[in-house]
């Protein structure tokens, strides 16, 4: 079973930053696309950022241009950088990944337990 375990959240002001680190572990290939979602409370869990092996990616338009995610293959760690956080940006953060890009981005194979951002104003 694949694991993958989310840290870095935390309390931060508006226009402030984070750095969210995935590790994931069990039976895993290398060559998974990776990515990121959020759910705040009362809210649809949204996509936010996702990657391939190569580092090709796409972003969310809400978080294009503030945010940015790169993986770490011998370390088998996914990254999303925060900036220019705005409350808006207030959720749990899921760490997800599947065999390729598109199914990362809409039906993740696996998640993580998430880890709390809040921004506040």
């Known amino acids: 079973q694949v694991q993958l375990v989310e840290s870095g959240g935390g309390l931060v002001q508006a226009g402030g930053s984070l750095r969210l680190s995935c590790a994931a572990s069990?039976?895993?290939?290398?060559?998974?696309?990776m990515g990121w979602f959020r759910q705040a409370p009362g809210k649809e869990r949204e996509f936010v950022a996702a990657?391939?092996?190569?580092?090709?990616?796409t972003y969310a338009d809400s978080v294009k241009g503030r945010f940015t995610i790169s993986r770490d293959n011998a370390k088998n760690t996914v990254y999303l950088q925060l900036n220019s956080l705005k409350p808006e940006d207030t959720a749990v953060y899921y760490c997800?990944?599947?065999?390729?890009?598109?199914?990362?981005?809409?039906?993740?194979?696996?998640w993580g337990q998430g880890t709390q951002v809040t921004v506040s104003s």
């Open positions: 997800a990944a599947g065999a390729n890009i598109n199914v990362v981005a809409t039906t993740p194979r696996y």
């Open positions: 069990g039976r895993t290939l290398s060559t998974y696309a």
């Open positions: 990657i391939r092996w190569s580092g090709s990616n």
